[in-house]
């Protein structure tokens, strides 16, 4: 997790996502991982007419029903059920289950969704914002990964290209500030991709493995603001990037379900406590790497 500024628990209740013009979402924003969808997500702005708030609603939808269940092996598995319908309008249902076995430091989440309309396909997005701060996240923390490219998303982001796996300390942006990359994640022989993210010392870090066949698209979000500001970065593997769903659209990266299709994202994060177990991970990328050409760094910003 991180310190956000939203220090409390924000009911939806109490949460229009269309205030300030379509950015409510910050208004709750904070806590460690954020679904973004399902009918949109990304920026705000306008499609056809209609504002799109900030990465769409599914994270503001009380579940309609919850189950904890604990196997025999000591298994702990949490599963619901979230829809997301407006009359004659999109009709999404997803279907989440989130596991941990005992002893284990990995999480994994497994969330299938599904266009319940019997007669109109429906345009979908997918993007799990998973946010960082202290202890991981200090001066000297660095991203590693399977990465095909990476692109910088503005003008900001394209200063700082050569940087982009390096952090600085808090207070390296000006205020409000914030550099965005759009990177295209490499899958090893069994269709997994990796992300670690580590400590300057190497003492602590986590993992994110996820199927890129599931989701091809990871936007990493460098919020490299003062501490009292939000000192964050976001690892966010997605099934798009994070411009508006006008802008995807256009650019072939926004997804359909037909109707009653259904569509399964697998993702799981590891913890690292020790030297030893950030040295697992980094040496896991670096033999997958080893193989394969170096990461094409895309010297022209995303968005004009």
Not at 66 to 85: F, H, M, P, Q, W
Not at 120 to 127: A, G, I, R, V, Y
Not at 136 to 151: A, H
Not at 190 to 195: D, K, P, T, Y
Request: charged letters at 25%; glycine letters at 10%; aromatic letters at 8%.
């Amino acid at each position: 997790g991180w310190k956000s500024p939203v220090d409390t628990i924000v009911h939806p209740y109490y949460n229009n996502l269309e205030d300030n013009n379509g950015l409510g979402w910050l208004y709750s924003f904070n806590g460690w991982l954020v679904r973004c969808g399902l009918e949109w997500s990304g920026h705000p702005g306008s499609d056809d007419g209609r504002l799109l708030s900030l990465h769409g609603k599914i994270a503001h939808i009380p579940a309609s029903k919850v189950e904890v269940i604990v196997s025999k092996d000591g298994t702990l598995t949490i599963s619901g059920v979230v829809k997301e319908v407006w009359f004659k309008g999109a009709n999404l249902v997803m279907e989440t289950k989130l596991s941990i076995a005992p002893g284990s430091r990995t999480v994994k989440i497994q969330d299938t969704v599904t266009n319940k309309s019997p007669n109109k396909s429906q345009e979908f997005c997918m993007l799990y914002h998973a946010n960082y701060g202290r202890p991981i996240l200090g001066k000297g923390t660095r991203l590693e990964g399977t990465f095909k490219s990476v692109q910088p998303f503005d003008a900001e982001a394209l200063e700082d290209l050569d940087n982009w796996q390096l952090y600085q300390a808090p207070g390296y942006v000006k205020p409000g500030g914030e550099r965005l990359y759009c990177v295209i994640p490499r899958a090893d022989k069994n269709g997994r991709s990796h992300v670690l993210l580590h400590d300057a010392k190497r003492g602590i870090g986590v993992s994110t493995k996820f199927d890129p066949s599931q989701l091809p698209y990871l936007s990493v979000w460098k919020n490299e603001d003062e501490e009292n500001s939000g000192y964050v970065t976001g690892i966010e593997p997605g099934t798009s990037f994070p411009p508006n769903r006008t802008v995807e659209r256009k650019a072939g990266r926004v997804s359909t379900l037909k109707p009653k299709e259904s569509r399964t994202f697998e993702i799981e994060f590891t913890l690292h406590g020790s030297n030893s177990h950030v040295q697992i991970a980094s040496k896991e990328i670096e033999t997958i790497n080893a193989s394969t050409t170096p990461i094409l760094l895309i010297r022209k910003q995303l968005m004009p």
